[in-house]
T-cell receptor, first 114, second 112 residues
Framework: GAGVSQSPSNKVTEKGKDVELRCDPI?????LYWYRQSLGQGLEFLIY????????KSGLPSDRFSAERTGGSVSTLTIQRTQQEDSAVYLC????????????FGQGTRLTVV | GENVEQHPSTLSVQEGDSAVIKCTYS??????FPWYKQELGKRPQLIID?????GEKKDQRIAVTLNKTAKHFSLHITETQPEDSAVYFC???????????FGSGTRLSIRP
């Protein structure tokens, strides 16, 4: 595709339910990043993929959060047993190579836990 | 761990004046420093970047300077215009971290 695509754009879920957020990076981009942005706040690093492997999972807030990437392309971020504090915009970005190049962001998924 | 600090958190300048945003980084191995602009409700987009082998880079009204010794870098916007109003994020990437770490952001407002 022309850019990084995320789905869904918006997700409202009940507390305690599991959610899956999807990121489709730019074709050929080997690096993929997930960030979380709470209302009016900065970009909190969650996890980074190089190809299918995740060398750095240090930003995942708890064991309720997990992510995978298959085929070096699409990535899914899963949040189990959602809590109200998980409400935020989840942004995905991809870049060519391991780093030191422009990261292109998707439009984000706005998650609301009620 | 790796950290990027950004100041100020908010900045208001008169249209036509200059704006300066400053960042410091902790990882001495960092060698790529992008700046992103995020307009309300939109995704962050790259506006300029600089690598560690360069001290300054300019693109029209925007310039970035880098001081590797002091581990700080700055964004300069001259002749500010209403469309410059947005949140600006600095970031740093280094081979030891292999991830892009962002500053906390600066909300820039341009007064007419």
């Amino acid at each position: 595709g022309a850019g990084v695509s995320q789905s869904p754009s918006n997700k409202v879920t009940e507390k305690g339910k599991d959610v899956e957020l999807r990121c489709d990076p730019i074709s050929g981009h080997t690096a993929l990043y997930w960030y979380r942005q709470s209302l009016g706040q900065g970009l909190e690093f969650l996890i980074y993929f190089q190809g299918n492997s995740a060398p750095d999972k240090s930003g995942l807030p708890s064991d309720r959060f997990s992510a995978e990437r298959t085929g070096g392309s699409v990535s899914t971020l899963t949040i189990q047993r959602t809590q109200q504090e998980d409400s935020a915009v989840y942004l995905c970005a991809s870049s060519v190579g391991q780093g030191g190049t422009e990261a292109f962001f998707g439009q984000g998924t706005r998650l609301t836990v009620v | 761990g790796e950290n990027v600090e950004q100041h100020p958190s908010t900045l208001s300048v008169q249209e036509g004046d200059s704006a300066v945003i400053k960042c410091t980084y902790s990882d001495s191995a960092s060698n790529y420093f992008p700046w992103y602009k995020q307009e309300l409700g939109k995704r962050p987009q790259l506006i300029i970047d600089i690598r560690s082998n360069v001290g300054e880079k300019k693109d029209q009204r925007i310039a970035v300077t880098l001081n590797k010794t002091a581990k700080h870098f700055s964004l300069h916007i001259t002749e500010t215009q209403p469309e410059d109003s947005a949140v600006y994020f600095c970031a740093a990437w280094g081979s030891s971290a292999s991830k892009i770490i962002f500053g906390s952001g600066t909300r820039l407002s341009i007064r007419p």
